[in-house]
């Protein structure tokens, strides 16, 4: 690919989102840096007008990034920083709590984010099992599944700390969720 100013290769490829439209932008070393810095001499200048609409300085975005880089689920302990550097989640829980984070991304990668591609059979196969009342109840979102990790985390903390009793507690309370979403048959 060449670069958008000359015929060198480019190196540099800019993806910049604005209003709802995706620009890409490809420039080799030298128009690149030209285009940086023409970008953070006008954010500076936005910056020291005091215009609230502004593009945001280079400094204020890496100060935001390291803040959301902090944030950790509560469930299972993940930080946004592992999730970017590992590019996985690690519960479902992460999904709600790092919504505002993971919506451009998804947006991004798939172009909406709202699923329309076709269902998982099983999914079909439980909601008309569940129509005709065979099936008594399936977690219908990530909360129940939620609390079902979070129970297993703390069963593994209190069998570490040798608090049987508290972990006899946690393994009763996951059966009955279990028992709930398979009914007596799954037991």
């Not at 570490?160 to 006899?168: C, I, K, L, T």
Request: aromatic content about 6%; glycine content about 10%; proline content about 5%.
């Amino acid at each position: 690919m060449k670069c958008h100013q000359c015929d060198k290769p480019a190196v540099f490829h800019i993806t910049e989102l604005e209003t709802g439209e995706v620009r890409e932008l490809h420039f080799c070393e030298d128009h690149a840096r030209a285009y940086l810095n023409h970008s953070e001499a006008a954010a500076e200048e936005g910056a020291a007008e005091g215009s609230p609409g502004g593009p945001l300085a280079v400094t204020q975005t890496a100060d935001e990034l390291a803040a959301i880089d902090q944030k950790a689920c509560p469930m299972c302990g993940i930080t946004f920083f592992e999730f970017r550097n590992q590019g996985r989640l690690g519960c479902p829980n992460d999904y709600v709590h790092f919504e505002k984070e993971l919506e451009p991304l998804i947006a991004n990668i798939h172009g909406a984010t709202q699923h329309t591609g076709r269902r998982p059979g099983r999914a079909l196969a439980a909601e008309a099992a569940e129509a005709a009342g065979t099936v008594p109840h399936l977690p219908a979102g990530t909360q129940e599944l939620t609390r079902v990790i979070g129970l297993r985390s703390g069963m593994k903390e209190a069998i570490a700390s040798e608090d049987y009793e508290q972990a006899r507690e946690a393994r009763d309370e996951i059966r009955a969720i279990e028992e709930k979403w398979l009914g007596a048959s799954g037991a």
